[in-house]
């Protein structure tokens, strides 16, 4: 370790060494063409995807319904719903098993909002984003349920979280390497405290990371409302800004990390050394919200758990499973793990980034 680069005296704020740090990734990024062409194809993507959704859902006949007539004022203005009026409960039962109707909605007294939607096997997506308020559903064969718009949700969701998190920690870890290998760390830190250094790159990946995000959900907003898809937009509005709000706080977390990880390594080739655990996590959550997408137990574990959270808790939102205080506790158990994890990488930051040679273990790299 260099002892006169250590004991130099930074010759700017911390503020503004934050903000450099940031303008330079911010900056490095926005001159990559390969950056550029791959947002790009990820945006053309995301509206071609979006588009074709819209119309097919546009295109398909109204869903069948069965509905009492004590009931009937919960869908007297709906869309893309094809009404059946029936008598009593056991009668909109009976349509239901017997394949007439995909779905009944029957007066409840002991649900939260006074209706039940009754379901062979799941209730559908069309019939749930017609109602101002998420009723208690009722499935007669929930083992057989596969609820094809979720299951298309649950890929968006998973995609847009690989994609970004992958793509950005990714670029985080081999910036830190690069600049210690050619040994631009030296002459940063003797301006820049090190710390700031990583809120800087932290910072500025995360401005880039979040920008993406609302450019998709802009083309999500767009799509849906082009194809006059306004009941699919009020039903994906809720979970897209909950994801966003996760994806902030989760992308910090792992950026944090994965800042740390590449400081205990001076070589390219020996970045996956110490990324891969992270990169693990990263492609857990894409895994387990697509094969889970209907199975609540998986998704209520995965809202909980800070690396996951993003992707499981505005799945739940959008399937109506998620009862109003449960985002905010989960958004809570992430911002304390996010603190966590600043304070562990940047100590782990702090300690690796000027030994040079072998890779720093993990033990030397914790010590104060």
Known sequence: MSTATRSSTPTLGTAQGIWLVAE????????????????????????????????AAANNEGTPVAVTADAAAAVENAQGLDLTEVADRDEAVALVESGD?????????????????????????????Q???????????????????????????????LFAASMFGGT??????????????????????????????????????????????????????????????QGLGGPIAWFAVFFLFGFILLAALFAAAASMVSRMEDIGSTTTPLTMLVMAPYFLVIFFFDNPLVLGIMSYVPFSAPVGMPMRLFLGEAQWWEPLLSLAILIATCVAAILVGARIYENSLLRMGGRVKLSEALAR
Do not use: C, H, M
């Open 24 to 55: 330079r990734e911010i900056g490095s990024k926005l001159r990559s063409k390969a950056f550029v062409i791959s947002t790009a194809i990820l945006l053309l993507g995301a509206l071609a995807l979006v588009i074709w959704g819209g119309f």
């Open 101 to 129: 109707v995909d779905a009944a909605i029957v007066v409840d007294p002991e649900s939260p909002v006074g209706l039940a939607v009754i379901a062979e096997s799941d209730a559908p997506s069309q019939l749930l984003l």
């Open 131 to 161: 109602l101002a308020q998420t009723p208690t559903v009722e499935l007669l064969e929930p083992e057989e349920g596969n609820d094809a718009l979720a299951y298309l949700v649950a890929i968006g969701f998973g995609i847009v979280f």
């Open 172 to 233: 985080i870890a081999q910036s830190v390497v690069e600049e210690k290998q050619t040994r631009v760390v030296e002459l940063l830190i003797s301006a820049i405290p090190v710390r700031s250094l990583l809120a800087g790159k932290v910072i500025g990946n995360t401005i880039l990371a979040i920008g993406q995000i609302l450019l998709l959900a802009a083309i999500a907003i767009v799509g849906l409302t082009v194809t006059d898809q306004t009941a699919l937009l």
